[in-house]
């Protein structure tokens, strides 16, 4: 077989375990395999079609956001995409991706905001004059399941806000607290149930169940970061936006610091390397945005992910051990 060949086989087992592994993240709660992996794997797949764009085809996993949606619930389309997120695994990577926002806004000043990615599930939840009316998954991010009656369940959401916006959405993350998500793991062994791999999977089985009576013994929790289609509603920036969310009465996570340089930006997603599991919830690692909305409209999205913002995964546990032994970045 030739070195192309090989390549193109390569490339199929990716996109063959990709989807796999997808599916079981997504649509059955069950990973089988840790995140760090699965990026890895999705990198290589990604740096394959970069050297050969003519192999990339509509149904490779690169191409979409999520996975396929369960039956189980009425689907609902978002007005406006919910986008995944590109990633980077290393400050250097982090710089590129500050310099190619500086290129493209063409050497004007920024301001980033820096947020904790909180490890549960996007959810859109609209609000028609201030009344919660719907709350949906990201799903495929096109479109979602609407588990509205399992939303509702959920303490820290507010049921009507001080709003007279005949359309409004509200996005961010549903998450299980880790005390919660260790009751119910312990409460599933003494069952003889399957414990939940992780408090994602277990924020995402528990807001989809059909029946709202087991979400609502969940302990579910939500912190809201983003908005979407959303009528008569002016706001400047993403800092702006957390504040007024607060002033919704939402949840907003309060460990988000705004800066003007990327060198900033790093030192302060490292100041978490040693403190991001005593905070009571999953994070797997820190969004960086462009603050104002002005200058995220003019570096839009890709189908996909938006050119503003980035998501810096932390190292797993075993990397980060090895990391800090023979002091190499991933
Ligand atoms: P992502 O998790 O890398 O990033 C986008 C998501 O971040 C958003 O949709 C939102 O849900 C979340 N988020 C949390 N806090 C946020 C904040 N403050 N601001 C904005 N967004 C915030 O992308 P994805 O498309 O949701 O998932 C891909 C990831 O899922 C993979 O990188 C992998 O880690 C994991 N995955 C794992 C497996 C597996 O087998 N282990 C399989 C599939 C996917």
Redo the contacts with the bound molecule.
Sequence with gaps: MSQTEDLHKRLQELRET?NT??Y???TLDK?????????MM?RELENIEKEHPEWITPDSPTQR???KISGGFAKYTHDRP????G?VFNDQELREFDQRVRDDLGGEDLEYVV????????VNLIYEQGQFIRGVT?GD?VTGEDVTNNVRTIRTIPLRIDSDSPHMEI???VYMPIPAFEQLNSQRRDDELEPFANPRNAAAGSLRQLDPQITAQRKLAF?A??IGGTVGIDIPSQEALLQDLKAFHFQV?PE?RKFTNIEDVITFIHSWDDRRDTLGYA?????V?VNSFAQQARLGNTVKIPRW?I?Y?FPPEQAKTKVLGISVSL
Aim: proline content about 2%.
């Design positions: 990709i592994l997808s079981q993240y997504y990973p089988t395999m840790s995140d760090y992996e699965y990026d999705y956001v999520g996975s919910m986008l995944s997120m990633d947020e904790l990615k909180i490890d549960g599930l996007a990201r991010g996005r961010g993350e912190f970061y983003a996570n988000y994070t797997d690692g820190m969004v945005k913002a998501a995964k």
